[in-house]
């Protein structure tokens, strides 16, 4: 599995931002799919991950309420969205594709990642 990830960019705190990951190979479609962000001098924190089929999904605390995770499988391709923004959620954020069923909060549950997009909230 390869995964692209874009759509980061500068926004406003209190704005909204959609990312997209697309994956490709014959198995994107079996994994779970979770988002991670790092802030610089900080660890990789997780953000949220959504099911195989989509019908399932839960966040980290400090992102809950604000962002949401969806999947188009037609398009292979795996979104988080991001509203209410705070200057503290920017970071470099990366999506990953974790084996079969697993939804896991642990970024050494995943077996591929993205190269990572920057969002920046600021004024």
């Known amino acids: 599995v390869q995964l692209q990830a874009s759509g980061g960019g500068l926004v406003q705190p209190g704005g909204s931002l959609r990312l997209s990951c697309v994956g490709s190979?014959?198995?994107?479609?079996?994994?779970?799919m979770g988002w991670f962000r790092q802030a610089p001098g900080k660890e990789r924190e997780f953000v949220g991950v959504i099911s195989r089929g989509g019908g399932s999904s839960f966040y980290g605390d400090s992102v809950k309420g604000r962002f949401t995770i969806s999947r188009d499988k037609d398009l292979n391709t795996v979104y988080l969205q991001m509203n209410y923004l705070k200057p503290e959620d920017s970071a470099l954020y990366y999506c990953?594709?974790?084996?079969?069923?697993?939804?896991?909060?642990?970024?050494?549950?995943?077996?591929?990642w993205g190269q990572g997009t920057l969002v920046t909230v600021s004024s």
């Open positions: 990953a594709a974790a084996p079969g069923s697993t939804m896991s909060s642990l970024p050494d549950r995943y077996d591929y």
């Open positions: 190979g014959r198995s994107f479609s079996s994994n779970s």
